[in-house]
């Protein structure tokens, strides 16, 4: 039936590719047209074409005795730029060889959009696989001729960079340094070389909480940003940090300081790798915290799906950077600290009234901060579930965690969410939490009848069954596994400690009507439920976990 569409009516007819095509053909149904694409040299899945591109550019290196370095982003590029795909491989001129692999890489998938192709033997970039969209009479020779000499001038471009920059770092890279402060951060937050200072004074108070040393994180942090100001990373910005590290390395410095230049923005995505070194990870830290610090304080939070400065990626960051490690580092007192400079930047910048106070507020364990620091806070939290969510921690796991004293230190906070999903897993764990949610219903409603905390006084002497006996000896050698053990932040011993109370609370609840005639004996067994709320509450708010 004919079909129109902006005055434009379909038919039956196509044609092929545009050289090695046969001329008009019809088509009677879609399976018919797809054949009948193919002979005339169209192939019409983009998933067929990706894999002959990938399949033919790996056949090619192989017989070099070479390899294609993977890039599935080109390759559905490419795919998505030609019909009929021929895969021809060239070598990258001699002159070349010497430019760093990230930069052969980087030019030619940028401006030719070809695989990189690798030697194995020497780790170096030596050839190319372009892809052509014809089967060309001489095997493709004169493609492959025209692509290298257009190569050859993108090289000559990036060599005459890397010569430069090269130049610039042996002499200390201080021409850089002083460029930064010309290179404007954001209006209100000053030059990247104020960001620079800050960076660095933070990370060198990072540095002892993760294992680094103060002065190589410091060196670190004032060298992680120099290459902004180099020819290579102003022709290709994605090479930042990478080029970072090639020059703090010809300028002589430590290899674990150059890592940090090119590990700091790191981890950039959820499926990013996270650095392990101390060195990178301080100053990884102390950049993403200056970023959520600063734009906190100048209101430029994330709104609704609006996030222009990445706000969320780089809480995202902080969470993994901090995720597994053993370091205790409050989030809150770095915060703090770091905003005596931040304050500095901003005075400095500000074209107004400057104020530094904006609302003091407490948090859960007393300490006394910023309305904007605890918003900043409550945000990372709110990113934090994602994370834990996505590993199988429910959001009431998660909320039991967040409501106990501490909640700024993440390391803690993922290992107390882990051990508590962990342990609730268990067959005491899930009893014990209904046991709890029973001890303290009763506990509540007998203080809100009476008008008083039942919170001091159990003593086993009036104990009349042995099953409340055998609850009492239960619950001190818990405390006496438990207290020591959150003192050393062993939240599985605690948590294990806190699930074996599961049988001798179902026994006592079995056993005993804790609302006895007697009045002594009530107040008792109300003082002793109150033992079983304080110990399971001293691990995690239990009465938050759902079920």
């Known amino acids: ?31 018919d047209y797809a054949v009948k694409l193919k002979r005339a040299h169209v192939v019409l899945d983009t998933g067929e074409r990706e894999a002959a591109i990938w399949q033919g550019a790996q056949n090619l290196a192989f017989a070099a005795g070479m390899e294609v370095v993977p890039d599935a982003g080109l390759l559905a590029e490419v795919a998505g730029l030609v019909e009929w795909p021929v895969p021809l491989m060239g070598r990258i001129g001699e002159d070349f060889l010497g430019l760093p692999p990230e930069v052969l890489q980087t030019s030619m998938r940028e401006h030719q959009k070809f695989f990189s192709v690798r030697n194995p033997k020497t780790g170096r970039i030596e050839g190319f696989v372009t892809v052509a969209n014809i089967e060309a009479a001489d095997g493709g020779a004169t493609i492959l001729k025209g692509n290298q000499k257009v190569l050859s001038a993108r090289l000559s471009d990036a060599k005459f960079f890397w010569e430069n920059d090269l130049r610039v770092a042996k002499a200390g890279m201080g021409e850089w340094a002083e460029g930064l402060k010309s290179v404007t951060f954001h209006n209100k937050l000053g030059s990247q070389a104020d960001r620079v200072e800050r960076i660095a004074a933070l990370a060198r108070e990072i540095a002892p909480l993760v294992g680094a040393e103060a002065e190589d994180a410091e060196r670190a942090a004032r060298l992680a940003k120099l290459d ?5 990373v102003g022709e290709f910005p994605e090479l930042q940090g990478v080029m970072g590290r090639y020059y703090a390395l010809e300028a002589g410095e430590k290899p674990a300081v150059a890592d940090a230049a090119r590990d700091h923005y790191s981890p950039l995505g959820p499926s990013d790798a996270v650095p392990v070194e101390p060195v990178s990870v301080a100053v990884a830290l102390a950049d993403k915290i200056d970023t959520l610090t600063g734009f906190w304080w100048i209101d430029e939070k994330p709104t609704g799906s609006k996030d222009p400065f990445a706000l969320r990626r780089a809480v995202l960051g902080v ?25 500095e930047t901003i005075k400095a910048n500000s074209k107004g009234s400057f104020a530094i106070a904006q609302g003091i507020v407490t948090l859960r364990d007393g300490r006394r901060v910023d309305s904007k620091i605890r918003d900043l806070l409550f945000f990372i939290h709110d990113r934090l579930k994602v994370h834990l969510r996505d590993q199988g921690v429910s959001h009431d796991i998660i909320d039991a965690c967040l409501a106990m004293p501490g909640n700024d230190d993440l390391t803690l906070l993922v290992k107390r969410a882990t051990a508590l999903a962990a342990t609730l897993k268990t067959e005491d764990g899930a009893n014990l939490l209904q046991g709890y949610k029973r001890a303290n219903n009763i506990l509540s409603q007998a203080e809100q009848k009476d008008g008083v905390e039942y919170s001091y006084g159990a003593d086993v002497k009036f104990a009349e ?17 438990i207290t020591p053990a959150m003192a050393a932040e062993d939240f599985g011993t605690a948590m294990a400690a806190m ?3 599961r049988a001798p609370i179902d026994a006592f609840f079995t056993a005993v009507q804790v609302n006895s005639d007697n009045q002594i004996v009530r107040r008792n067994r109300l ?4 033992r079983i709320r304080a110990i399971c509450s001293g691990v995690a708010d239990l009465s938050r976990i759902e079920g």
């Open 228 to 232: 902004l100001r180099s020819a290579m």
């Open 465 to 481: 069954t042995d099953e409340e006996r055998a609850l009492f000896a239960a619950l001190d050698r818990a405390e006496a596994t």
């Open 319 to 343: 969470i993994r950077l901090i995720d597994g490690r053993k370091a205790t580092l409050s989030i809150v007192d770095l915060a703090n600290a770091h905003l005596v400079q931040l304050f």
């Open 499 to 501: 699930a074996a109370l």
């Open 527 to 530: 003082n002793l439920l109150h």
């Open 1 to 31: 039936m004919p079909l129109t569409v902006d005055g434009i009516t379909a038919g039956n007819t196509t044609e092929g590719h545009r050289f090695m095509g046969i001329g008009q053909f019809t088509v009677s149904g879609f399976d």
